[in-house]
């Protein structure tokens, strides 16, 4: 399942989670650290890992 990162606009607090795609699109994220629904995704970068040598 993707990781998603979200960050507070309350307390600030950025943290990560686990979604599956129904679960992503129902939009409803709370801040683990005060409960607030105003949050936003925070687009990270990154790097898939494959078994194939460059």
Do not use: H, N
């Not at 795609?21 to 687009?43: A, H, N, T, W």
Request: aromatic share 12%; hydrophobic share 20%; proline share 6%.
């Amino acid at each position: 399942m993707p990781t998603y990162s979200y960050k507070c606009r309350k307390c600030k607090k950025q943290y990560e989670e686990i979604l599956s795609l129904k679960e992503y699109s129902e939009g409803k994220r709370k801040c683990p650290k005060c409960g607030s629904e105003d949050v936003f995704q925070v687009l990270d970068l990154f790097t898939p890992k494959t078994s194939r040598k460059a």
